[in-house]
Structures are given as C-alpha cells and as structure tokens.
T-cell receptor
Framework: GQNIDQPTEMTATEGAIVQINCTYQTSGFNGLFWYQQHAGEAPTFLSYNVLDGLEEKGRFSSFLSRSKGYSYLLLKELQMKDSASYLCAVRSMDTGRRALTFGSGTRLQVQP | EAGVAQSPRYKIIEKRQSVAFWCNPISGHATLYWYQQILGQGPKLLIQFQNNGVVDDSQLPKDRFSAERLKGVDSTLKIQPAKLEDSAVYLC???????????FGPGTRLTVT
C-alpha cells in the first residue's frame, strides 16, 4: 500500500518563505506531484519530481529524496493568493496503476 | 484549450436515491480518472480509464457505484443507491496518457441528506 503524510495546517506571513514537507511510503515509486487547491476549486498542477533534487519554477520549488521518501514544496515571496491547500501525491507503477495517491493536504494561511 | 468539463456542479439528493455525474475530458486525452474528495481530505481514486477500457477500479464500491466511458471520450459516474457517506466532491481528471500530470475539472459537489 501507500502512505503519505503532510502537516494539516501551516501559517506564514506575506513576503516570507514557507516549506511544506511530505513523507511517503510506496513501492514502485514513479513520481511525486504537488498540486494547489483553493477552497471550493479543483486542484491545479504545481510541480513534478521523479529524480532526486530540486526543481525550481518561479516562486515555487520542489525537492525530492527518493532514498528518504521525502519531498518538500518551497514557496518564496508569499502572497495572500497563496492561501490554499497544497496536496502531495505519489504515483506508483506497482500494480500497473498510474493514477495518483494523494495526501490529505496542507492548508496554508498567509497573513498580512 | 478548453479544460475538463463536469456537470452538474452541485447536487442534493436524499439517501437511497440515485445520481449521475458527467465528465468531458480535454480533447485528445486518453486517460480519464474519477476521484472522490471528502471534506478535509485529499482526492481518492475511484476509477481510471485508458480510452474506453478500465485500468483500475479497485477502490470503486461496485455494489453502488458504476462508471462508463463508452466511446473513449466523455464519461458518466453513477451512484445507486446513495448513502450519507457519499457526500463529497467528485472530481474528474484527464491526462494525455498515464505518464503526464492530470488536469482536473471543477468537480461536482454532492450532498446526500
């Protein structure tokens, strides 16, 4: 089976940097995704890591360590509009499935 | 390009009634997914289609849920009969193939009373 853990809630200040951690246990690992979901809206794709290291995309970066089963999403220069839930998701090829298994999400609140 | 379309956006039914949701994926996307998202949780896969064939339905409660994608394009998800615990947002997603990230539709918020 698969197990994904991420903090339930985080609070940060506008203009600051925040790191959202995700740990996972899975066999047949084939990629880790981060999605952003504003309240009442659909998830939108942020980033994808399949190899170890850091992927940077503007204000957002994502890091992966496959040996540790660990990833983080780094958000820089926080803006009020970044208040949302951030979902960590893992893809496994174990049973031929290529769909994603999601964590419960981290609700980020950005304060002025 | 047009995104994933879903309808209806909201539905309220009584327990033991039936309900159906419709999804039209992004044009050309071979893979289609239905997810159930209960409030405060991440989406949970119900069923995955590749074209008009089922790839994975291991988490679909088959005694009450059914889904089809007859022509390999749009899809319907049905619940019959509904239970209170089926109250959730039902998200449809599609991808070019299973190897790419998924695009999600706006979802259907179901309330079972």
């Amino acid at each position: 089976g698969q197990n994904i853990d991420q903090p339930t809630e985080m609070t940060a200040t506008e203009g600051a940097i925040v790191q959202i951690n995700c740990t996972y246990q899975t066999s047949g690992f084939n990629g880790l995704f981060w999605y952003q979901q504003h309240a009442g809206e659909a998830p939108t794709f942020l980033s994808y890591n399949v190899l170890d290291g850091l992927e940077e995309k503007g204000r957002f970066s994502s890091f992966l360590s496959r040996s540790k089963g660990y990833s983080y999403l780094l958000l820089k220069e926080l803006q009020m509009k970044d208040s949302a839930s951030y979902l960590c998701a893992v893809r496994s090829m174990d049973t031929g499935r290529r769909a994603l298994t999601f964590g419960s999400g981290t609700r980020l609140q950005v304060q002025p | 390009e047009a995104g994933v379309a879903q309808s209806p956006r909201y539905k309220i039914i009584e327990k033991r009634q039936s309900v159906a949701f419709w999804c039209n994926p992004i044009s050309g996307h071979a893979t289609l997914y239905w997810y159930q998202q209960i409030l405060g949780q991440g989406p949970k896969l119900l069923i995955q289609f590749q074209n008009n064939g089922v790839v994975d339905d291991s988490q679909l409660p088959k005694d009450r849920f059914s889904a089809e994608r007859l022509k390999g394009v749009d899809s319907t998800l049905k619940i019959q009969p509904a239970k209170l615990e089926d109250s959730a947002v039902y998200l449809c997603a599609s991808s070019l193939d299973g190897g790419h990230h998924s695009y999600f539709g706006p979802g259907t918020r179901l309330t079972v009373t």
